[in-house]
């Protein structure tokens, strides 16, 4: 079973970058049938998917933020990663990664989750 | 923007059936998911494609659609159950999820 750890800085100042990664184990992440998310969770909008990226690179993004987002993976490190610029304190939220066998399907397993709070 | 909505809670005794709703006006044409979260975690799956059950989850676990409202149903539910529920869809290639229902075993 394959399992995700997300990791990176609990706290960004508002207008930097947030960078979060996620490390994949029990599996590749080059893995065809696979592909790779990023969800983040806030009191005010609840679950949010921000985006999901293949292992070829090629990437899909939720319009409300792909101005702002990129996501990257890196198969060397079996890892991929969310880069979120401009924060605001609206960007506060846990984020999970999560993973799934088919675009447009289901998300299983997640991650534990981590708090990223925007403040100065 | 394409909306799911969910009741904010749903109460419900011990060893009888909870039925927590989700709302969406594409849902008779597309596939919707359940999510279980218990406070401090992370979601698990416990319905997909509206009506399958990941292995693992308990067999009191079911989900069903009607037009375009889908239902999870917890048959005899436990203590364990209370947790807070998402119903989760796809609309022209975007993830999205309900706001959520809190179901609480008393």
């Known amino acids: 079973q394959v399992q995700l750890q997300e990791s990176g800085p609990g706290l960004v100042k508002p207008s930097q970058t947030l960078s979060l990664t996620c490390s994949v184990s029990g599996g590749s992440i080059s893995d065809d049938d696979c592909y790779w998310s990023w969800i983040r969770q806030s009191p005010d909008k609840g679950l949010e998917w921000i985006g999901y990226i293949f292992s070829s690179g090629s990437a899909y993004y939720n319009p409300a933020l792909k101005s702002r987002a990129l996501i990257s993976v890196d198969t060397s490190k079996n890892q991929f990663s969310l880069t979120l610029t401009s924060v605001t304190a609206a960007d506060t939220a846990v984020y999970y990664c999560?993973?799934?066998?088919?675009?447009?399907?289901?998300?299983?397993?997640w991650g534990q989750g981590i708090l990223v709070t925007v403040s100065s | 923007s394409y909306e799911l909505t969910q009741p904010p809670s749903v109460s419900v005794s011990p060893g009888q059936t909870a039925s927590i709703i989700c709302s969406g006006e594409k849902l008779a044409n597309i596939y919707t998911y359940w999510y279980q979260q218990k406070p401090g975690q992370s979601p698990v799956l416990v319905i997909f494609?509206?009506?399958t059950r990941p292995s693992g989850i308990p067999e009191r676990f079911s989900g069903s659609v009607s037009g375009n409202t889908a239902t999870l149903t917890i048959s005899g539910t436990q203590a364990m159950d209370e947790a807070d529920y998402y119903c989760q869809s796809w609309d022209s290639g975007t993830a999205v999820f309900g706001g959520g229902t809190k179901l609480t075993v008393l």
């Open positions: 999560a993973t799934s066998e088919t675009p447009g399907d289901l998300f299983d397993p």
């Open positions: 494609r509206s009506a």
